[in-house]
């Protein structure tokens, strides 16, 4: 059974009496070539086990259950149940959960599911849920060697852009500061049934072992950095303290001792001043 063929999809999903949903920004991937680069760069491999988020038909699970010692895939859509009974019977190594993954307990499933294995994320995710998800499994800190996942592509360029640079956003801070992400391939939008209207990259984060910055500082991190770009276009000054309360002095005397000019911008910082401007100005306010 080739999953990706049209025909075949057509006629199993029809079988099944099922109908896309736009609300849950399903498109089944229809290009062959796509699913083996996934689970090639994924880390779907012997002595891995694999959590996919999002199965569609099977598409992927196929591909990530031939190559891994088993895969967990969470779908939320229980249409889909019967549809995966029949794509992917011949495996002996799948679990699906029919859970939304924003509720799924993802620490149980990997001790349970996944004893004596590596662990790693494989999804071709919606497009509206992306930074919900990625953010989920970054805080989670989950014990995994990879999150392989594929999103729109200027999504993809956002999460994977240089931290300071003119591309970059609160959501590339955060994945930068959760590991490292860079972007693997692009896929155009053809490559799905039904096709979306952009194109699609996959992306490959790998989360750091050890945090850039201890609990406490961590959360004053991240309120300062939201409070910086939810008002990129003012300096660090003016947004840092409008937000968070902190006299505009306190910043000023932090950033010359960053070296940094008292007109910067949050967005402007790379990832060694963001985190160092973070633990400085912390220590004014306590």
């Known amino acids: ?112 599911e996944f004893s004596g294995l590596k662990t790693a994320v494989c999804a071709n995710l919606p497009y509206y849920i992306t930074s919900p998800v990625l953010m989920l499994l970054l805080e989670s800190r989950l014990p995994v060697e990879s999150i392989t996942v594929m999103v729109q592509k ?57 945090p850039l910055l201890n609990e406490n500082d961590e959360k004053f991190f991240f309120k300062m950095v939201k409070s910086g770009f939810s008002q990129r276009r003012k300096t660090a000054a003016n947004a840092v303290s409008s937000m968070m309360n902190i006299p505009k002095n306190n910043i000023y005397t932090v950033l010359r001792a960053l070296g940094l000019s008292e007109s910067s911008r949050i967005e402007e910082l790379d990832m060694t001043q963001l985190t160092e401007f973070s633990k400085l100005l912390k220590k004014t306010v306590n």
Do not use: W
């Not at 229809?30 to 880390?43: L, M, R, Y």
């Not at 794509?87 to 959960?97: A, G, M, R, S, V």
């Open 154 to 210: 200027e999504a993809a360029q956002r999460l994977c852009a240089k931290v300071g640079s003119r591309e970059s956003g609160a959501i590339t801070v955060a994945v930068n500061y959760y590991g490292t992400a860079k972007q693997l391939f692009s896929v155009s939008r053809g490559s799905f049934m039904p096709s979306p209207n952009v194109d699609s990259a996959v992306i490959k984060i790998e989360p750091r072992n050890v």
């Open 1 to 112: 059974m080739i999953l990706t063929n049209i025909g075949t999809i057509k006629e199993i999903l029809s079988r099944h009496g099922f109908s896309f949903s736009k609300g849950l920004g399903q498109n089944f991937i229809i290009n062959p070539d796509i699913c083996p680069k996934i689970a090639e760069n994924g880390n779907a491999e012997k002595g891995f086990g694999i959590i996919e988020i999002g199965t569609g038909i099977g598409v992927l699970t196929a591909e990530l259950a031939r190559r891994a010692d088993k895969v967990c895939a969470v779908e939320i859509d229980s249409r889909l149940m019967p549809v995966l009974e029949e794509t992917l019977h011949e495996f002996n190594n799948i679990k699906i959960f029919n859970e939304d993954i924003m509720k799924c307990d993802l620490q149980r499933i990997i001790k349970e």
